[in-house]
T-cell receptor, first 112, second 115 residues
Framework: AQSVTQLGSHVSVSEGALVLLRCNYS??????LFWYVQYPNQGLQLLLK??????LVKGINGFEAEFKKSETSFHLTKPSAHMSDAAEYFC??????????FGAGTRLTVKP | SQTIHQWPATLVQPVGSPLSLECTVEGTSNPNLYWYRQAAGRGLQLLFYSVGIGQISSEVPQNLSASRPQDRQFILSSKKLLLSDSGFYLCAQGLAGGSITGELFFGEGSRLTVL
């Protein structure tokens, strides 16, 4: 069975600062990895995904993530935070058959 | 593209009352459908998933049930709500068979408060 652990339930950064949200996964098969964003009282929106190929994945809104098999990690980064990035972010892993498991989420706060 | 409608968006119900949350999807036929619950301060818990009409798998024993009467309709129900059933319920759609990429598409959610 697969699972993900998100390190840090809350992350606070200043506007313009680097955003780093951490995710480690566990999977018995080559994983598909995802980052989703959730704004208040809304559903989840896909930011980016890794399936196969290039390990550095670029997503929407300037976010990117790097799949590191040796570290079983899939951390999400953005060089410069915007106020509009304040939201909850979820890392997820899939076993390629549609069984997706989510981390507990990281709430990102952006300070002016 | 996948469009997912959830109804109602918000609901306040007394303990012991019944529940029915509806999810309808557009786009691909024979989708995999999922119900997740998001409780305050917690991540997403998979409640039910369905790979076809009348086919429901439950992840955890609970006070809830699900049904799939039509290909693109997924219903979450309860006969008697508990306080612990409060939360944000999300319906999600995946392509049949999980698809190559395995991503899920989410509805806007239904917020249930049980008093």
């Amino acid at each position: 069975a697969q699972s993900v652990t998100q390190l840090g339930s809350h992350v606070s950064v200043s506007e313009g600062a680097l955003v780093l949200l951490r995710c480690n996964y566990s999977s018995s098969v080559p994983p598909y990895l995802f980052w989703y964003v959730q704004y208040p009282n809304q559903g989840l929106q896909l930011l980016l995904k890794y399936t196969t190929g290039a390990t550095l994945v670029k997503g929407i809104n300037g976010f990117e993530a790097e799949f590191k098999k040796s570290e079983t990690s899939f951390h999400l980064t953005k060089p410069s935070a915007h106020m509009s990035d304040a939201a909850e972010y979820f890392c997820a892993v899939s076993d390629q058959g549609g069984d997706m498991r989510f981390g507990a989420g990281t709430r990102l706060t952006v300070k002016p | 593209s996948q469009t997912i409608h959830q109804w109602p968006a918000t609901l306040v119900q007394p303990v012991g009352s019944p529940l029915s949350l509806e999810c309808t999807v557009e786009g691909t036929s024979n989708p995999n459908l999922y119900w997740y619950r998001q409780a305050a301060g917690r991540g997403l818990q998979l409640l039910f998933y369905s790979v076809g009409i009348g086919q429901i798998s439950s992840e955890v024993p609970q006070n809830l049930s699900a049904s799939r009467p039509q290909d693109r309709q997924f219903i979450l129900s309860s006969k008697k709500l508990l306080l612990s059933d409060s939360g944000f319920y999300l319906c999600a759609q995946g392509l049949a068979g999980g698809s190559i990429t395995g991503e899920l598409f989410f509805g806007e959610g239904s917020r249930l408060t049980v008093l």
